[in-house]
């Protein structure tokens, strides 16, 4: 059980994933996109929960390996300059195909469940968590043509430093897990492993994302006060 925001869930992601254990997010935060269950929900309902009573909702992971560590991001992987104010310059392969160079602040590789994060605040779209996909977005790109391009979830990303002498800061869901990558590139798949979310026995997606990002929902909701 995470009791926090979903900045909270995000530090067990490691840990979870390597042990296979399902995660209760009990919302305290400001958003909860992760954190699926209210306080008042689990105040009512506790014994409920661990006798079974949600759902799984099996999330894809981002696998990251570089030289200088590796790790599993639930939302994003963020790959910049390691000084903050530089440009970076990036190449991208996805496995033996080069997609592009890239001129720009970083670079965010996401996954369907990180869309609604800093994918979303860099220009990004929203991707449905059942979509077996890699979103990749720079942030802040010169070229304006440059947008997320998707990517199929069977493919290796190698993010490569065209800057001599530069090395990259690596950030694995924010500050859960952050690198200096100095040498070689980064490489980034879809894990083989997933996150196990319990969510509540009624849950839907697109509640969740219409009451987060306040969108209007339909007539029966807005008369039933929802």
């Known amino acids: 059980c995470v009791i926090g925001g979903d900045g909270t869930l995000l530090s067990v992601v ?6 296979q254990v399902p995660v209760v997010g009990i919302n305290r935060g400001s958003l909860g996109f992760l954190t699926t269950f209210t306080s008042e929900q689990v105040e009512s309902s506790f014994g409920s929960i661990l006798d079974g009573g949600f759902r799984i909702d099996s999330r894809s992971l981002l696998e990251c390996r570089m030289h ?5 991001a639930l939302n994003e992987v963020l790959i910049k300059d390691s000084e903050q104010s530089r440009i970076a310059h ?12 890239f001129f720009c602040d ?5 996954t369907p469940t990180g869309s609604t994060a800093y994918n979303l605040s860099a220009g ?19 070229t304006l043509s440059n947008r997320t391009v998707m990517l199929p979830g069977d ?3 190698r993010v490569e430093n065209l800057q001599k002498g530069a ?41 969740i ?3 987060k990002l306040k969108w209007s929902g339909g007539t029966r909701e807005r008369e039933a006060g929802a």
């Open 167 to 207: 090395a990259l800061f690596v950030a694995l869901d924010g500050h859960s897990n952050q690198y200096l990558c100095q040498e070689g590139p980064v490489r980034v798949r879809v894990a083989d492993r997933k996150l196990l979310l319990a969510t509540p026995v009624d849950y839907e997606h697109f509640r």
């Open 124 to 142: 990004g779209p929203l991707v449905h968590p059942r979509v077996d996909a890699i979103g990749l977005t720079p942030i802040c790109p010169h």
């Open 90 to 101: 990036l190449e991208v392969h996805a496995d033996a195909e080069l997609v592009a160079g």
């Open 14 to 19: 490691n840990e979870a994933a390597r042990t």
């Open 209 to 211: 994302v219409r009451t």
């Open 106 to 110: 970083g670079l965010i590789l996401c």
């Open 68 to 72: 200088s560590g590796s790790g599993y």
């Open 155 to 157: 493919v290796e990303i």
